[in-house]
């Protein structure tokens, strides 16, 4: 009887550790991060859902990566990119990609969210997302009807109809209908985090002068990222 009463403590101490790590983990605070660029500031906040690209970018945003950076490819109405180093001498080459961590329907690509780029599905075809390369989201408003005819697509493509990943939520459908994003790439690349402050800069910047390669003419530099405390 004994024996059985100490097991059943054992089980219950067990039980409250892992609730209370579960607790610790859900309550974590989300970190930011302060873009500084020539056309102005940006803050990000960083999601939680997604650890392995939270911390991959704090550790190069700690390490000085990104500065000195452009954001090498824009397009008006779509996203701007950033993160390639080609072009920033004595840079370490960064070689390595991350896991997916595909969070849709609940963490989708609207207006403003931070994603992973990452190479196409013909030679990854599990979205693994490129270690260093990232994208904030502009896009553009959809109707219901578009939104219809993308998620039909998108499962016929990738999914089975009883599938979520590839159906856009009630909110997911409002957040498309009234401030945008870019709801075909649902699914399919990794968001990470988002903007709190600085979307009237991602703005200039998705608008400036580009080239045939969606390269800005005139460089648009990130002079610096830092964690915000």
């Known amino acids: 009887m004994r024996i059985i009463k100490n097991i059943f403590l054992l089980l219950l101490v067990s039980s409250l550790m892992v609730s209370c790590a579960t607790l610790r983990v859900g309550g974590k605070k989300e970190q930011k991060i302060l873009i500084r660029t020539t056309e102005g500031d940006i803050t990000l906040k960083l999601y939680n859902e997604t650890p392995l690209h939270r911390d991959n970018f704090i550790k190069l945003v700690r390490s000085g990566f990104y ?7 824009v397009i008006s109405e779509f996203m701007i990119q950033g993160g390639d180093t080609s072009l920033k001498e004595n840079t370490p080459n960064i070689d390595y990609t991350i896991p997916a ?20 599905d013909d030679i990854n075809p599990e979205k693994t997302s490129s270690g260093h390369q990232f994208y904030i989201v502009v896009g553009k408003k959809f109707t219901d009807e578009q939104l219809d005819v993308m998620q039909a697509d998108k499962i016929v493509r990738f999914g089975h109809a009883n599938d979520s990943t590839y159906k856009f939520n009630a909110q997911a459908r409002e957040d498309y209908k009234t401030i945008g994003g870019t709801p075909h790439l649902d699914g399919n690349y990794t968001v990470f985090g988002e903007v709190l402050k600085g979307m009237d800069v991602v703005e200039r910047i998705s608008k400036v002068e580009t080239n045939e390669q969606d390269r800005p003419i005139e460089e648009v530099r990130i002079l610096k990222m830092r964690l915000v405390r």
């Open 67 to 73: 500065d000195g950076t452009n954001f090498h490819r």
């Open 101 to 120: 961590e595909i969070r849709t329907p609940a963490i989708y690509h609207k207006y403003g969210v931070l994603a992973a780029a990452r190479l196409g």
